[in-house]
């Protein structure tokens, strides 16, 4: 079993900058493919940025492309997600979440931990 914990949320204006942090415990996270996802008021929850287990391949979702930088430290079991320029529409919850294998389809179907999320408010 995987505990995922993240941190860093709150409310923030336009433009401004986040980091989330998630804190892993009961295994070691450098067998994991990580993700951070997001689920806005109605909406599905949906891939913002993934990492591979040693950090050498990250992916993003269009609309933080250039904007979010996903990284991982496996010495200290940590995710993070650095969010710049941020915008009204990155308002959400953030999830992070966890998988051992990966096949080409970062889904929130195919993960197997989840963390419960933190809130990011960016006002306008």
């Known amino acids: 079993q995987v505990q995922l914990v993240e941190s860093g949320g709150g409310l923030v204006q336009a433009g401004g900058s986040l980091t989330l942090s998630c804190a892993a415990s009961?295994?070691?996270?450098?067998?994991?493919?990580m993700g951070w996802f997001r689920q806005a008021p109605g909406e599905e929850r949906g891939l913002v940025a993934h990492?591979?287990?040693?950090?050498?391949?990250?992916n993003y979702a269009d609309s933080v492309k250039g904007r979010f930088t996903i990284s991982r430290d496996n010495a200290k079991n940590m995710v993070y997600l650095q969010m710049n320029s941020l915008k009204p529409e990155d308002t959400a919850v953030y999830y992070c979440?966890?998988?051992?294998?990966?096949?080409?389809?970062?889904?929130?179907?195919?993960?197997?931990?989840w963390g419960k999320g933190t809130l990011v408010t960016v006002s306008s």
């Open positions: 979440a966890a998988t051992r294998y990966y096949s080409g389809n970062f889904s929130p179907a195919n993960m197997s931990y």
């Open positions: 009961g295994r070691t996270l450098r067998n994991y493919y």
């Open positions: 990492i591979s287990w040693n950090g050498g391949t990250t």
